[in-house]
């Protein structure tokens, strides 16, 4: 069989997917939330499947102060990804949310699927003690602290 056109419909749409992507984390960092938004809604015409137009737009509900709706894009960014790194990441935004919310004991449960799916992610683990000690468990979470500096030392440096 002939091999593919150079630029065909699959093709384009993809590049033009990436490059919605990409123009509205530039806006998102130049707060021109009107702009990123339109950016990330065409991006997830193209692809509603990839991740991280729902976490760009989680982060623009965050920037207005909208947490119900930054959880709802998270959840989405959660369900669109396979991968362990980007699921413990995105748990742990959704613990941060809980957290912000108020509900400290959601925002630990959060962190400890984080921690399931990747447990040597360090950021999660740092919450993790940060989330024990606000809830009172002083105890666990010097515990988790020295176990973080035993085993990444230059991360606290």
Same mark, same amino acid.
């Given at each position: 069989?002939?091999?593919?056109?150079?630029?065909?419909?699959?093709?384009?749409?993809?590049?033009?997917?990436?490059? /919605?992507?990409?123009?509205?984390?530039?806006?998102?960092?130049?707060?021109?939330?009107?702009?990123?938004?339109?950016?990330?809604?065409?991006?997830?015409?193209?692809?509603?499947?990839?991740?991280?137009?729902?976490?760009?737009?989680?982060?623009?509900?965050?920037?207005? @102060?909208?947490?119900?709706?930054?959880?709802?894009?998270?959840?989405?960014?959660?369900?669109?990804?396979?991968?362990?790194?980007?699921? /413990?990441?995105?748990?742990?935004?959704?613990?941060?949310?809980?957290?912000? @919310?108020?509900?400290?004991?959601?925002?630990?449960?959060?962190?400890?699927?984080?921690?399931?799916?990747?447990?040597?992610?360090?950021?999660?683990?740092? @919450?993790?003690?940060?989330?024990?000690?606000?809830?009172?468990?002083?105890?666990?979470?010097?515990?988790?602290?020295?176990?973080?500096?035993?085993?990444?030392?230059?991360?606290?440096?």
């Amino acid at each position: 069989p002939p091999p593919p056109p150079l630029f065909s419909s699959r093709r384009r749409h993809t590049r033009c997917a990436i490059k /919605s992507r990409g123009l509205g984390d530039v806006y998102k960092r130049q707060s021109k939330h009107s702009e990123a938004l339109a950016m990330f809604n065409k991006a997830l015409i193209h692809d509603i499947e990839d991740y991280r137009p729902h976490t760009g737009l989680g982060f623009l509900a965050i920037e207005k @102060r909208d947490l119900v709706k930054a959880a709802h894009h998270f959840q989405r960014a959660l369900s669109c990804t396979s991968i362990p790194l980007q699921k /413990s990441y995105i748990f742990l935004l959704l613990s941060r949310i809980y957290e912000l @919310r108020g509900n400290l004991d959601d925002a630990l449960d959060t962190v400890r699927e984080s921690l399931l799916t990747s447990p040597h992610f360090v950021e999660a683990n740092y @919450r993790q003690a940060v989330l024990l000690a606000k809830n009172g468990n002083i105890r666990n979470a010097i515990s988790v602290l020295k176990d973080l500096l035993t085993s990444y030392a230059d991360f606290y440096v």
